[in-house]
């Protein structure tokens, strides 16, 4: 009976230990998960779509259009890896990306403001160098709806993959500002080696009296100017737990992830 009693009690201090770690890495108001003088997107947010939205409305992350986000990336990652960007070197260490419900509750915080912009952060406890895309539809007289969900995800992850084709090959080895003009940061977010965990959120709105779905995801790192994008060689060779076999080229999903601060 003692011993029983014991393993409650043990029970119950895993259980408390776990809670607490989940409060903490909650704590969006800590200092320390971003840069001086930088907001968290989670800090005092009561969730919710802001006053000025006009008919708003959040549209769930359903399985299925998990999957398409997910494969989609990965998709492109696979792409890239096996070297089938012709001017881009090939990945030896590319991380399968996987999905992770705080980047995307994060993501949904700013999909809730019914503006396309960047919040100043959105770290967590586990990633302090998140990295985030956006991008939207508009459609005209279409009524209050924006048909064919899943394709138009498909469509917005798509036009970040085109900003490949500004991207050079010294790029890879060196992340660097190319200028104002130059669009390629959506998708060295895509690609980058470290960014292994990826959120996202949809929400709806009336723009004008015309529907506006609005795209927004989370991922684990950013682009850091001076860092290496990924590592040049031959797709999976730097793997230390095999390769997936679904995307070819690319790490299993349990591949561990270093970050370099």
């Known amino acids: 009976m003692a011993s029983g009693k014991c393993k409650w009690m043990l029970l119950l201090s895993v259980l408390l230990a776990a809670a607490l770690k989940t409060t903490v890495a909650q704590d969006y108001c800590n200092p320390d998960l971003c840069d ?32 398409i986000i997910l494969d989609e990336h990965n998709k492109y990652r696979s792409t890239v890896a096996t070297g089938g960007v012709k001017w881009l070197p090939k990945a030896k260490k590319m991380s399968t990306m996987t999905w992770d419900d705080q980047l995307a509750q994060l993501a949904q915080l700013n999909a809730n403001r019914c503006v396309q912009k960047h919040d100043a952060c959105h770290n967590t406890a586990n ?67 470290k960014s292994n965990k990826i959120g996202c959120a949809l929400s709806q709105w009336s723009d004008e009296g015309n529907p506006f779905l609005y795209l927004v995801c989370n991922y684990s790192f950013t682009d850091i100017i001076g860092l290496p994008v990924y590592q040049r060689g031959e797709p999976c060779s730097a793997c230390t737990t095999g390769c997936n076999s679904a995307y070819a080229g690319l790490c299993n999903p349990d591949e561990p992830v270093t970050y370099p601060f």
């Open 36 to 67: 001086p003088g930088d907001d968290h997107i989670g800090c005092n947010n009561p969730g919710g779509f802001v006053p000025s939205c006009q008919k708003a409305k959040k549209i769930d992350i359903t399985d299925e259009y998990k999957k």
């Open 127 to 193: 990633f302090r160098y998140s990295g985030q895309n956006l991008n939207h539809i508009k459609t005209f007289g279409a009524g209050d709806d924006i048909g064919n969900i899943p394709q138009v995800i498909k469509d917005l992850i798509s036009s970040w993959w085109d900003e490949r084709k500004d991207v050079p090959s010294r790029m890879i080895d060196s992340m660097y500002d190319p200028g104002r003009h130059t669009m390629i940061f959506h998708f060295v977010v895509l690609a980058a080696e």
